[in-house]
């Protein structure tokens, strides 16, 4: 994602949100800063990619109509 060197492991969760704009605004003030996105996927939803103090990947998503 945004660093070069990847590590093995569990490292990456995904958590499936109601509005992606108020889970920007949730994380961006509890002092995280947003590591990608927001992404839209072919998939159908939309993401963010927020990295806690340990590396690892927190992925928010929502679902598009």
Do not use: C, W
Request: charged share 25%; no cysteine; hydrophobic share 40%.
């Amino acid at each position: 994602m945004d660093v070069p060197e990847k590590r093995a492991g569990y490292r990456h969760s995904a958590i499936t949100v109601a509005d992606l704009v108020d889970e920007m605004a949730r994380v961006e003030a509890a002092g995280y800063r947003i590591a990608e996105g927001p992404v839209k996927f072919l998939g159908g939803h939309q993401a963010i990619f927020v990295r806690d103090p340990n590396g690892n990947v927190a992925e928010f998503n929502q679902p598009l109509p």
